[in-house]
C-alpha cells in the first residue's frame, strides 16, 4: 500500500497489537438525515446542533436514536449528509419582480436540491441578489451580474427554510409568491425501513473529508456490503492516517449475517478496517415514546472515543467490560452473547467480524476488537492499528521539519532526539515493551553513516529504521521511515 503525503516514507513490517494514542477522536459519517446541507461535513458535537443542522427525529428514521445516543456520550463527528441519487428537484420560474420561496420536504423528509432559475422580463435590472438561509446559518449570499440573466441556476439544500430573490440593487422584503410553497418531489434520503443504503452515493462522498485532518474514524450509516461499501477501506488505507469502521446489515438474522459475512471476500491484510455485528440495538427514544431499534455504529464510535479519552487509558482496545460498554441501550434483536447464538458468533469472530451484544454480567457491550487483517499478527488487533496511525502523525511534522534537508548530519540527530520522548510514552503506556531506532543519529559526518548509503544521501534520501514490540509478543513491528528533499512517502506492509 502507497500512500503520498508531503514528506517521509513509512514502511511498516509486521513481525508480531499495539494500541492508540488518540487524544481526542472526531468520527467521519456518512448518513441520511431529515434536512440539512449535503456539500460538505459538518461538525456536530452536540444534540442541539444537530437538530438544528440535520433535523430532529422523524417517524421511521432508525438512525436519529443511535446518532444522539452517541452525541450524547461525548462523541464528535463530521455529519456528510447522504441525499439519494435520483431525488427530484424542485423548480421554479421567477419573474420581474421580488418573489419568497419556502421549501419545505417531501412527506416526512427533505430530499435533493432545490433550483431556481430566472428568465429575466425586464432589461432594466442590472443585478439580482439571492439570499439562502438555513435556520440560523447563512449559507449562500451570492450576487449575479446581468451577463449571467440569461442562465442563473441556484442550487441550495432542501433544508433551505426561507429563498429570496430580489431584482435592483438592494435587496427587499418580498412581496409576492409565485403560488404555494415548493415541496420537493419524490426521492428518498435512503432506505429508511432499510439498513443498507445507497451505498454506491456514500462512497462518491469520501473525497468531502480530504481535507480533514483531525479526522481520526470514518463510517457509512448502513449495511456494510463489500461491493457496496469496499471504497471505504482503500479510502482509509489509501489516507493511511484514519480507520474504518463498519456494520453489517442489523436487520440480518444471525444465519443470514454469518452467509453475508463469508461472502465478503475482504482482502487479507486489511488492518484499516474493523467490521461489527450483534443486530438492531434496542433502546427506549424519547422522542418517539417507546422502544426502538437501531444501527449500532454510532454507539461503536462513542465506544472509541470513550476508550481512548474518559476511560484513562489511551492504550487500550475499544472494546470489553469497561470500554466497550454501551449505555442507555435495552438489548439486541438478537443477542450473540447468549448460549443459543454463541455457534454464529464463534463463526462471526472466525471471519474477523466483532461481535457486539448483551453480557449476562457487564450488560450491552462491544466484546471484539479485531481488524480484518487476519494474518495473525499483531496488526489483528483494533490497537495496534490505531497506534500505529497516531505514530505517523507525530512523526510526519518532524520529519518534514528537521529533515527538509536530508544530507545534513545535525538534523539526523535533531530529529531522534524529538522521536525519543514519543517512543518513550508509548513505552509508559504499556503500548509496547521495548523499541530500538537505527537512524545513523550518531554519526556528525555522512561519511560516517552505515545505515545510509553515500549514494542515497548525495541523491538528497535519508530512512530511519524504528523497531517497535507490542507489550506480550517476542517479535517486533518494523517501521520504516524514508525522507527525501523533493517529497515524503508512506509505505506500509502488514
Known amino acids: 500500500m502507497l500512500t503520498q503525503l508531503p514528506?517521509?516514507?513509512?514502511?511498516?513490517?509486521?513481525?508480531?497489537?499495539?494500541?492508540?494514542?488518540?487524544?481526542?477522536?472526531?468520527?467521519?459519517?456518512?448518513?441520511p438525515t431529515l434536512f440539512g446541507p449535503s456539500d460538505q461535513p459538518y461538525l456536530i458535537t452536540t444534540v442541539d446542533a444537530f437538530n438544528a443542522q440535520f433535523g430532529a427525529n422523524g417517524a421511521g428514521n432508525p438512525f436519529y436514536a443511535s446518532i444522539k445516543r452517541a452525541l450524547a456520550r461525548g462523541a464528535a463527528f463530521y455529519i456528510q449528509r447522504l441525499v439519494a441519487t435520483g431525488a427530484t428537484e424542485a423548480t421554479v420560474v421567477l419573474g420581474a419582480s421580488e418573489v419568497s420561496v419556502t421549501a419545505k420536504w417531501a412527506g416526512t423528509y427533505a430530499n435533493g436540491n432545490l433550483s431556481v432559475q430566472y428568465t429575466p422580463i425586464s432589461v432594466g435590472i442590472t443585478e439580482v441578489i439571492l439570499a439562502v438561509n438555513y435556520g440560523p446559518n447563512s449559507l449562500l449570499n451570492e450576487i449575479w451580474t446581468a451577463a449571467t440573466y440569461t442562465a442563473l441556476v441556484a442550487v441550495v439544500n432542501a433544508n433551505s427554510k426561507l429563498v429570496t430573490m430580489s431584482l435592483g440593487t438592494t435587496p427587499t422584503e418580498p412581496v409576492s409568491s409565485v403560488g404555494a410553497p415548493i415541496y420537493l418531489a419524490a426521492g428518498s434520503d435512503g432506505a429508511f425501513s432499510s439498513p443498507t443504503l445507497r451505498a454506491t452515493a456514500a462512497n462518491a462522498l469520501l473525497p468531502n473529508f480530504n481535507n480533514l485532518t483531525n479526522l481520526t474514524t470514518i463510517g457509512i450509516l448502513g449495511g456494510y456490503t463489500a461491493g457496496d461499501h469496499s471504497n471505504i477501506l482503500a479510502y482509509a488505507s489509501g489516507r493511511g492516517d484514519v480507520f474504518a469502521i463498519g456494520e453489517l446489515d442489523p436487520s440480518l438474522t444471525p444465519a443470514n449475517a454469518l452467509t453475508a459475512a463469508a461472502a465478503l471476500a475482504i482482502p487479507v491484510g486489511s488492518s484499516y478496517l474493523a467490521l461489527y455485528w450483534g443486530s438492531y440495538i434496542q433502546a427506549w427514544s424519547p422522542d418517539d415514546g417507546?422502544?426502538?431499534?437501531?444501527?449500532?455504529?454510532?454507539?461503536?464510535?462513542?465506544?472509541?472515543?470513550?476508550?481512548?479519552?474518559?476511560?484513562?487509558?489511551?492504550?487500550?482496545?475499544?472494546?470489553?467490560?469497561?470500554?466497550?460498554?454501551?449505555?442507555?441501550?435495552?438489548?439486541?434483536?438478537?443477542?450473540?452473547?447468549?448460549?443459543?447464538?454463541?455457534?454464529?458468533?464463534?463463526?462471526?469472530?472466525?471471519?474477523?467480524?466483532?461481535?457486539?451484544?448483551?453480557?449476562?454480567?457487564?450488560?450491552?457491550?462491544?466484546?471484539?476488537?479485531?481488524?480484518?487483517?487476519?494474518?495473525?499478527?499483531?496488526?489483528?488487533?483494533?490497537n495496534v492499528r490505531?497506534?500505529?496511525?497516531?505514530?505517523?502523525?507525530?512523526?510526519?511534522?518532524?520529519?518534514?521539519?528537521?529533515?527538509f534537508e536530508p544530507m545534513n548530519p545535525q538534523s539526523w540527530l535533531t530529529a531522534y532526539n524529538q522521536i525519543k520522548p514519543i517512543l518513550q510514552q508509548l513505552v509508559s503506556g504499556q503500548a509496547i515493551s521495548q523499541w530500538s531506532y537505527i537512524g545513523d543519529q550518531n554519526a556528525s559526518t555522512i561519511a560516517g553513516a552505515t545505515?545510509?548509503?553515500?549514494?542515497?544521501?548525495?541523491?538528497?534520501?535519508?530512512k530511519a529504521l524504528i523497531n517497535l514490540w507490542p507489550t506480550g509478543y517476542i517479535s517486533s513491528i518494523q517501521f520504516t521511515a524514508e525522507v527525501n528533499n523533493l517529497l515524503s512517502l508512506f509505505q506500509s506492509s502488514n
Open 290 to 382: 417507546a422502544t426502538v431499534s437501531t444501527p449500532a455504529l454510532p454507539d461503536i464510535m462513542a465506544v472509541y472515543s470513550y476508550s481512548d479519552t474518559a476511560a484513562g487509558n489511551q492504550y487500550e482496545a475499544p472494546a470489553g467490560s469497561t470500554r466497550g460498554l454501551i449505555p442507555n441501550v435495552s438489548g439486541f434483536a438478537y443477542n450473540m452473547m447468549s448460549q443459543a447464538n454463541s455457534p454464529d458468533a464463534n463463526a462471526l469472530v472466525a471471519l474477523g467480524i466483532n461481535i457486539i451484544g448483551l453480557h449476562k454480567t457487564y450488560g450491552p457491550v462491544v466484546w471484539g476488537a479485531g481488524t480484518m487483517n487476519q494474518k495473525n499478527s499483531a496488526m489483528d488487533a483494533i
Open 7 to 31: 514528506s517521509a516514507t513509512y514502511t511498516e513490517l509486521d513481525q508480531s497489537t499495539v494500541p492508540p494514542a488518540q487524544l481526542s477522536d472526531y468520527h467521519g459519517l456518512i448518513t
Open 451 to 462: 545505515y545510509n548509503t553515500a549514494a542515497n544521501l548525495a541523491n538528497g534520501q535519508y
Open 386 to 403: 490505531r497506534m500505529m496511525i497516531w505514530l505517523r502523525d507525530q512523526l510526519q511534522p518532524i520529519y518534514d521539519g528537521e529533515l
